[in-house]
């Protein structure tokens, strides 16, 4: 139930009219940038319409028990995409779309975590 008040709260404060949470003041509200060091292949085979997919990511672990880790994918200073995560944060993921060519999941952006330990 915390994790969807959260949530909430978070969707809620995106949502609203207004102010949106800036980049800097989701920093000074305790989220931290990260960066992934970790790279895994994907390829499901099962899933005929997915292209296999390169994923970068972090393993994390909570700060505080009783709080959910919430991530911000930032496109700009004021438009960011909330999402709850458990212990994986996906910073990109790199689509095969061909032989030869890679194409970035996410655009530009900046990534936030909320009570993570990486």
Do not use: W
């Amino acid at each position: 139930m915390k994790k969807y008040l959260l949530l909430l709260s978070f969707t809620l404060l995106s949502c609203a009219d207004i102010r949106k949470p800036s980049i800097d003041s989701l920093k000074q509200q305790g989220f931290d940038e990260i960066h992934c060091k970790n790279l895994e292949y994907k390829d499901i085979k099962s899933d005929v319409g997915s292209n296999p997919f390169y994923k970068i990511y972090a393993t994390v672990e909570k700060k505080d028990v009783s709080l959910e880790i919430v991530t911000a994918r930032c496109y700009d200073s004021y438009d960011c995409d909330y999402e709850i995560v458990e212990d994986e944060v996906i910073c990109q993921k790199l689509v095969v779309s061909s032989k030869t060519q890679l194409d970035s999941y996410y655009n530009d952006h900046v990534l936030l975590v909320f009570n993570a330990k990486f």
